[in-house]
């Protein structure tokens, strides 16, 4: 079974330009995450999908952040304009279903090393 | 208050010695807890979640809930140079469906 693909796997912009993450879940996962980690800090939830509907943005800072999930399968997530405190690794997963009080996984991937200069 | 705490580290521990990891949570509604573990450069990876209050057994890893004291932790037993990474503890509300992510404790297993 495929794991969950981002691209790209690195990303180095200036300050103020835009950029764009993309997602690819596990085949038949309903539910999609994207996670913003900074270095030495926990995954900090930024929003969650269940197929195209977003069940929590409450942590996406919306002035900039911007994220899809058209089709119910795979996401963008999108920062425009990118500022310097948003370098950090942009993580997607996904579980089969929506993880409510336990017995679901969520898969990671690899993640995107974002560097804003 | 972070929601979810955990000592940032490093924990240094000998090869087969016992690591002990603690997390604490400040949201009594919380209902289950994961523990996973994060190699430099990748991506988490769950290694137990558990639900009830007591004990939970994996192979070499142990986790322990005490809902009364808002208290998680993991051991690892037989600690091997391979467990060295950031464990990650994280708390999902029974009402919510949000996984909330402590800081991470970096153990350090040495030969």
């Known amino acids: 079974e495929a794991g969950v693909a981002q691209s790209p796997r690195y990303k180095i912009i200036e300050k103020r330009q835009s950029v764009a993450f993309w997602c690819n879940p596990i085949?038949?996962?309903?539910?999609l995450y994207w996670y913003q980690q900074i270095l030495g800090q926990g995954p900090k939830l930024l929003i969650q999908?269940?197929?195209?509907?977003?069940?929590?943005d409450s942590q996406l800072p919306k002035d900039r952040f911007s994220a899809e999930r058209l089709k119910g399968v795979d996401s963008t997530l999108k920062i425009q304009p990118a500022k310097l405190e948003d370098s950090a690794v942009y993580l997607c997963?996904?579980?089969?279903?929506?993880?409510?009080?336990?017995?679901?996984?969520?898969?990671f991937g690899p993640g995107t090393r974002l560097l804003v200069l | 208050q972070k929601e979810v705490e955990q000592n940032s580290g490093p924990l240094s521990v000998p090869e087969g010695a016992i690591a002990s990891l603690n997390c604490t949570y400040s949201?009594?509604?919380?209902?289950?807890f994961f523990w996973y573990r994060q190699y430099s450069g990748k991506s988490p990876e769950l290694i137990m979640s558990?639900?009830?209050?007591g004990d939970k057994e994996d192979g070499r890893f142990t986790a322990q809930l005490n809902k009364a004291s808002q208290y998680v932790s993991l051991l690892i037993r037989d600690s091997q140079p391979s467990d060295s990474a950031t464990y990650l503890c994280?708390?999902?509300?029974?009402?919510?469906?949000?996984?909330?992510f402590g800081g991470g404790t970096r153990v350090l297993v040495k030969p």
């Open positions: 997963a996904s579980s089969l279903r929506r993880i409510t009080s336990g017995g679901e996984t969520q898969y």
């Open positions: 994280a708390a999902i509300k029974a009402a919510g469906n949000k996984l909330t």
């Open positions: 085949s038949g996962h309903a539910t």
């Open positions: 949201d009594r509604g919380s209902q289950s």
């Open positions: 999908f269940q197929n195209n509907g977003v069940v929590d």
């Open positions: 558990i639900y009830s209050n």
